[in-house]
Each structure stands twice: as structure tokens, then as C-alpha cells.
């Protein structure tokens, strides 16, 4: 132990650069948040379908990723491109909402069809828990290489731009762009809607019920498959909106399997701040954004990013094994 | 016409049978009970008449239409409302909130405000109680509150699973009151109990259950006076 210690603190490959992390401290603040509200989107999608049918639904991040290529083809087919293009502002607005309407019914409906073809089924017959998770990994593999077959190959899409970030105002004498304001803004407005939308309309109602006592919410004339549908779609809708704004923050982002490392982190936040709590959802997303945008500020290298992310959920989880928020969507209460 | 017919019913749990051929017969305004010992497929039964345990055999009535494959929430609709065994209450909803999830299936306001009214006018305790969690609630509370969910679907027929389970003698006199004042105000009630003194003695007619079949049926009075059901069910040899 006291060796490795030695080795570490030694070790050529491992330098703390605190001055620029103090540097940078607000500037990676920021921009951890901004990546945080993308994970924290896609996390909601793996908490809803948790907190319904205690289903790790791995082939949620190729829900994502179908989103983010038709980002990709719906904003190519309205002219945006690898070089950027510069419409009037109330234009691009329109442009992007387009965009995003397009990734949430595609990831919307892949969501839907993912259940209706891979879980279902296995809900039908009882199956235990294990076979979901078996089938969940072979649904991402199917969708990744079904990606992969239909682009011919492994190669990601050409860059698309959709607006080059101008500074919009300082904090802390750092700046804060554009880009950066108007995911983090979307991202909390969208997560917001979901919330009241679970805490306070009756269908939302009918969602914690099956969450929290499936037959006794059948008793109740809750009809629990459309429940389940309805979740599925909800956590695909978000992903669809998160698959725009990480194509913003990333361009090349639309290849066959980068949903891959993005679902891992939605799934990693979603599990730190409570698996099925979806505040927990956004709690543990923003966090793990910013953490693991301090560790590469630290380390001074971006390929630390997702050790210091799971890291941080370990250590987390050693001291609140539930989760920041703890508790199921069915049991938090507000 | 009876409102509520299970004829000839049985049901599995995979290869083991909990229910057996049992018909059981429900006239409107009637509180039936059925009663009998911890695993003679009572709850099984009552999960069977709600649709959330399919049948192996044998076909349920209602209103003289065959609902045996008629999906559960659906049943909701027709007028079928239980509180289950275990009171069921959703822990992380307010009162208000499970009652509302009582009138899920309903569109009409005003008429769930009435529920609501009648409701807090059996139950003053969950008035008191509007806004906290059910899941911090007493067990009678809970079970105050399990009841007052289902009326809140103003259902033809009420079903409850032990209502009187694991409750304070004090709540088990005031639980089966109500019941009898509910069944009054014009709700059919079939109700599975292990407290057979006080079922019987509230009930119009009455079942015996034992290990998935029906040893007796009668009058709630007939079953009260009757030998074998004094010495097995109700402690007097």
C-alpha cells in the first residue's frame, strides 16, 4: 500500500495543476454544467424506466443516438453543414426547434418500439429480471450495428454546425456564450415541464402509481401497458432534445456507437442521484458534468474525464449506496 | 339477476392451485363475506373478481356480462373496486392524492367531489389528514384511507381484502361500522375476512373457504349458530 502510494505520488503520468484549476474554476463551472444538463436529460430516460419497471433500459443510448442522426439529417436537409451558415436569428430558432421536433419523435418512437418489440414480450411471460437486462444489451448492440450496416461503416457524420457561440455575458470574469445558455436554459426548462408533468397532471399521477404499487394502480383502472409506453416515450423525447444540444457542444457527434460512453454517464448520473428520483436525475447529471470538467481542469488532461466521473460515483455510492436523493420516483414525494 | 357470479372458478399459481371450482353469487345491496383461514385462496379470489390474477377455469359475472377476460382497469370502469389485502395505499401520495387516484378512471368533477365529500364524511380522520404522505400514516389510517380510495371509483361493488387486518380493536369496530353504513347507503360489498365474528355478524350471507374450495354457505346468522364454523373460525368449542 505505503509502495503504490509512493508510485503514485511519483509517477510521471499523474500531475495536479492546481493553478489552472484556479484559473479555470468558473470557466470548467460552466461548462460541466452545460455538458451536466445533456447528461442529466438522458439520465431521466433511464430513471422513468427504472422507477416503472426496475429496468436498467441499456438500449437507451441508442435512443440517443438515433436522435442525434436525425439532428444531423434534418438540419443537413434544411442547410446547415460542416461550414457554418449564419441564417437571421428567428430563422435559426425556428431551424433548430425543427431539428429538435425531428430527434424527439425519431428517439420517441424508438423508444417505443424498443418496448413494444423487445420488452414486452418478455413482460408477457413473466420473465425475471436478468432476461430484461440480457435483452436490453443485445436491443443496444442490434440498434449500434443496425446504425452501422445502414452508414456503411464505423465512420461518423460530417460535422454540422449550427451556430458559431458568441459571448453573451460575465460571471466571475468568465464568460458565458451563447451555446452554453441556451442548452443549459432548454435543458432545465425541459426537465422542468417533465417534473410538474409527473408531480401534478394525472397521467403523471398514474405513472407513480405503477411506480410505486403496479397491481394495486391496475386496481385503480390505471391501464399499467400504456403507462409503460408512455414512460418509454417521455424518456425518448428527452433524450431526442439531448441529442441536439450534444451535437452542438459536439458536431461529429453522430457515429453507430457514440451513444455509447454519453448513455454510460446519463446512466452513472442517474444512479448518484438516485436511481428513479428524477430530480435525482438532474441533481446527478449537473454534478457529474462539473466534476468530471474540475478533473480535467486538475489533471490537465481531457482523457481523466471519465475516471474522475466514476470516481466520484463511487465514492458517492460507498457513503449513500441509494443515491444523492435516494429513494424511487414512486416513493419521493415532491 | 345477481350483480356479481363467479361460477365454477379456479386459479393457479403456476402448477399450484389456490382456487377451486368455487361459485360464488353477489345480489345488489348485499354484503357478502368470505371468510376463512390465512392461504384458503381467499385474497386469491378477490384478485381474480378485479382481474389481476387471470382464471385457469370457470367464468365471472357481472351485471349479467361475462368479464372473465375483460382487462382490469376496465372492471374500474364497469363499477368493480377493492382495497386490497394490505391496504395498498400509494406511501409516497398524500390523502388527497390516493383518492384521487380512486376516481382515475372518472371524468366527472362534480360527481367525484361528491365522493370526495362522502368520503371525508365517513372518515373526518382523513379529512384531518389531506395533505400527509400515506406512507406515514397509521395502519388504520391506512386502511381508512384504502377505503375511502375505492368508494372514490363510486364503484357498484365494493371488494375488501381484510380490512380488519392487523389493526387496533377499537379500528376493527369502527371499520366494520362503516362498512355496514356504506353497504346502507346503497354499495354492495363482498367482503374476505379472518375476523369471522364481527364479518358474519355484519353480513348478509356468507362463504367458507377452505383450501380453495367452499365447505359452507349460508346466512351470516345461519354460519354464526353453525358448529363447525363456531369451533374452527370463531374460538368457541
Redesign the interface.
Known sequence: MHHLITYLADAPWITFNTGAFSDQFWASTFDGLTYGSIYALVAMGYTLVYGVLQLINFAHSEVFIVGVYATVFALNAMGFGPSPVYPPMVVLIIDLLVAMVAAMIASGLTALILERVAYRPLRKRNAPRLVFLITAIGASFTIQYLIFVWRGGSNAEPATIMFVPDPVFEVFSTIIDSQQLTIFIAAIVLMVVTDQFINRT?FG??I??VA??P??????????ERVIMLTFVIGGVLAGAAALFYLMKVPQGASFNGGFVLGIKAFAAAVLGGIGNIRGALLGGLLLGVVSNYGVTLLGNSSWTDVVAFVVLVVVLMVRPTGLLG?SL????V | MALLELIDVSVHYGSIRAVHGISITVEEAEIVTLIGANGAGKSTTMRAV???RPLSSGKILFDGQDITKL????R??RGI??A?EGR?V?????VM?NL???A??RKDKKGIAADRDRVFDLFPRLAERRTQ?G?TMSGGEQQMLAIG?ALM?NPRVLLLDEPSMGLAPQFIQQIFKIITEINKQGTTVLLVEQNAQQALSRAHRAYVLETGTITREGTGKELLSDESVKAAYLGVT
Not at chain 1, 397491481?215 to 399499467?224: C, E
Not at chain 2, 382487462?71 to 376496465?74: T, W
Request: glycine content about 16%; overall charge positive; cysteine-free.
Open positions: 394525472k399521477r398514474g407513480r402509481a410505486q404499487d397491481d394495486t394502480a391496475t386496481l385503480m383502472g390505471v391501464n399499467k429513494e414512486g416513493k419521493a414525494r | 378485479s382481474g389481476i382487462r382490469a382497469d376496465l374500474v370502469v373496486s377493492q386490497p395498498g400509494f406511501p409516497g401520495m398524500t392524492e384521487d387516484m380512486g382515475f378512471t404522505v406512507g380510495r371509483a
